[in-house]
């Protein structure tokens, strides 16, 4: 297993993880989630491939076939001024192929996207984790993440 940036030909394996993870959501939040879609499609996919500020990384087995990846998104803070300002490497998604979890793939492209950030001068890696996605909140964790802060919701009816 080896880990890298993405190149267009991991694009079609990258579409079907991308579906994977929208059916976890889709379980999880079918309020708000569509079934049988994915976050990107191809044409944004090559497109996001060029940006710089968004890097991709994705793990290959040794026949070089995409089993998972991590979409990132260089930030700079502060939101606010009354923030210290920072650089922040946010995970938008990660996802490992079904087939293979369990074999610390997501561990070693989790600690990659970190000292890639570190390359780049951040001073931190964040993310996002849906309320009720308690494996992916477990793995987070056991990489030593820990909550910043909460969104919280009210559903208007």
């Not at 990258?14 to 994915?38: C, K, N, S, Y």
């Not at 968004?54 to 001024?81: H, M, R, T």
């Not at 802060?149 to 009210?154: G, K």
């Amino acid at each position: 297993m080896m880990i890298r940036k993405a190149e267009e030909k991991d694009i079609p394996r990258m579409m079907e993880l991308l579906g994977q993870v929208l059916q976890i959501h889709a379980d999880i939040r079918p309020d708000i989630f569509i079934p049988g879609t994915t976050k990107y499609s191809t044409d944004e996919l090559r497109e996001l491939l060029k940006n710089e500020k968004k890097p991709v990384y994705v793990a290959v087995n040794e026949e070089d076939v995409c089993i998972g990846y991590a979409f990132c998104q260089l930030k700079e803070q502060p939101f606010s001024n009354n923030m210290v300002p920072f650089q922040s490497l946010f995970i938008d998604d990660l996802c490992i192929d079904q087939e293979v979890r369990g074999q610390h793939i997501g561990e070693r492209l989790f600690e990659y996207v970190k000292n890639e950030a570190k390359q780049m001068g951040c001073y931190e890696v964040t993310l996002n984790v849906w309320a009720g996605n308690t494996s992916a909140e477990k793995f987070y964790e056991k990489m030593g993440m820990k909550t910043k802060e909460r969104q919280m919701e009210y559903i208007l009816k």
